[in-house]
């Protein structure tokens, strides 16, 4: 491993040096933190300068403590054990695009500040609002807050913004892409003009400079990994699989993992919730122990599944995007692109799950010639470097008995009408009930029927529906009754992100 001028930096540097209070270093060792990460040698000094700060930096490289830990030191001499509300107002804004990651940012300021009168707490949606209003109105320091449910605060009058000084957009670009960009201009017009912002982000695209041209002044750019870089630690490999094969090719990949005493843990991302969902049953049924992580589970869900993972009872982490922005599992080994994301720069961030302070990880993506084309040359446009190619064994996608199972799955797909799922088409991805009963070209029977009899069957017409209408009078009677129509309940199925937290 080469170091980087970052890492000398880091390496030369003590938390010590940069004369933060022994009431945070104690926190630092309690933590078992020996030295700065190269973002918090760079970030530290300059926050503690009152600077504003532009940080290209994804989490997993320390970049909580690259912001928090000077929080804290500045807002030490204001801290006070004072019972009284009013001694302690709102002074640092932490806004984060998750739930998750606002849970995990505050957990580390609440580690950092533990020795301290600093009191902080975070709010988010999903979860009941009192327990949240009750700790505002006691009074906090540091607020890490998602946009929506601050607001929802804001207008309950719960909490009083006027005298935030410092402010941090942590993943401001996964803000901006949630839509959350009418509510931080919102958030950011209730606060104080004369304030310091921190605004940290994976990559440095138009709009986010756009952002910081709005809200930041003169802010000092602290780039870890170049911008839209990726990081070095980590082995990048995309495997081309036939069409239709990715499910299989996953458990290839995991099983092949734990057979070289590689650890089990991974997290697999899916472009969209159903195909999320589906991956993890079809891991579970292949005996490996997966759980998935969407946007539609329940916050408690998640936590627990979360937790599962953490423990260990979970290996495979199947998540959307969405539902993996800012996870923290530290050291990472794996990280595996069940699909290409949409957006190059997702990748980016999905893989920096992996490789974090300084250990090495893989980020191995199945990609199938043809369908993805397009996708991974986006990717390698966007890193600026060309991602290995490699194939699995058995998964040749231009093996004769590839060609042959593509034909037969054509003609199956024709002959059974069954419905394609929603969705990006790969996410969602289904097998033929025929193709499951074959044997896999890697010579296993991987494929049972599914478990649920609705993707087995051949699509069926109700019957309960009515034609359409062909003259005049069918059309008046049509719309009659239509007219009559009692209400019915309509469900979508639709992909995307939750506006609101
Ligand atoms: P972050 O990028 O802030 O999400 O941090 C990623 C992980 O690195 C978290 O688990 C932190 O607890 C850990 N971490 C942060 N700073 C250090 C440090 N200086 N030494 C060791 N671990 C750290």
């Known amino acids: 491993m080469t170091t980087t001028p970052d890492q000398t930096l880091a390496a030369e540097q003590t938390f010590e040096s940069f004369g933060l209070d022994p009431r945070i270093l104690r926190a630092l060792t309690d933590q078992g933190y020996t030295k700065p990460t190269p973002i918090q040698a760079q970030a530290i000094p300059v926050v503690l300068l009152g600077k504003d700060v532009m940080g290209a930096a994804q989490t997993g490289t320390g ?95 719960s909490v009083n913004l006027s005298q935030v000084q410092m402010l941090v957009l942590d993943e401001a670009d996964r803000m901006l892409d949630m839509g959350f960009l009418p509510d931080l201009q919102r958030i950011i017009n209730l606060l104080p003009a004369q304030r310091q912002t921190l605004l940290f982000s994976a990559t440095f695209s138009p709009e986010i400079k756009k952002l910081a041209s709005s809200y930041l002044k003169q802010p000092v750019t602290i780039e870890v990994a170049r911008s839209n870089s990726t990081n070095e630690n980590v082995r990048q490999m995309v495997y081309q699989v036939p069409d239709g094969h990715k499910q299989a090719a996953v458990v290839h990949l995991l099983k092949q993992r734990a057979d070289a005493q590689q650890s089990k843990q991974c997290i697999v991302f899916v472009n969209s919730k159903i195909g999320c969902s589906r991956l993890a049953r079809h891991l579970e049924r292949e005996g490996i122990n997966a759980a998935a992580i969407h946007g539609d589970k329940t916050q408690t869900e998640r936590m627990q599944t979360l937790d599962g993972f953490k423990n260990g009872t979970i290996d495979a982490l199947v998540a959307t995007d969405v539902a993996a922005r800012g996870l923290d599992i530290p050291a990472m080994p794996c990280v595996i692109n069940f699909d290409l994301p949409f957006s190059a720069e997702d990748y980016v961030h999905r893989i920096g799950r992996t490789g974090r302070a300084g250990a090495s990880g ?26 290995p190619r490699g194939t699995l064994e058995g998964f040749d996608p231009t093996g004769e008995r590839a060609r042959q199972e593509d034909g037969d799955r054509r003609r199956q797909r024709t002959e059974t009408r069954r419905p394609r799922e929603a969705g990006n088409g790969n996410g969602g991805e ?72």
Request: hydrophobic residues 35%.
């Open 63 to 157: 970049k909580t403590a690259g912001f928090a830990l000077p929080i804290i030191q500045r807002l030490l001499p204001l801290s006070n054990a004072s019972a009284s509300p009013a001694r302690h107002p709102v002074r640092a804004l932490m806004l984060t695009p998750t739930r998750e990651l606002a849970d995990q940012v505050y957990d580390n300021v609440a580690r950092y500040a533990q020795h301290t009168d600093l009191r902080s707490t975070v709010v988010f949606g999903g979860v009941d609002m009192n327990p949240q209003t009750d700790a505002l109105r006691r009074g906090v320091e540091i607020l890490v807050a998602t946009p929506g449910r601050l607001l929802d605060h804001v207008q309950q009058k």
């Open 362 to 387: 893989d980020a191995l993506s199945i990609y199938v010639p043809g369908n993805d084309d397009r996708l991974l040359a986006d990717i390698e446009k966007l890193i600026k470097r060309s991602v």
């Open 430 to 501: 289904e097998e033929p009930t025929s193709r499951r009963r074959r044997t896999e070209p890697n010579g296993r029977q991987a494929f049972r029927p599914s478990d649920d009899p609705f993707f087995s069957r051949p699509y069926e017409p109700t019957g309960n529906y009515t034609p359409a209408p062909k003259t005049e009078d069918q059309l008046a009677a049509a719309l009659t009754r239509g007219r009559q129509a009692p209400k019915r309940p309509v469900a979508a199925l639709l992909g995307g992100v939750p506006r609101k937290s």
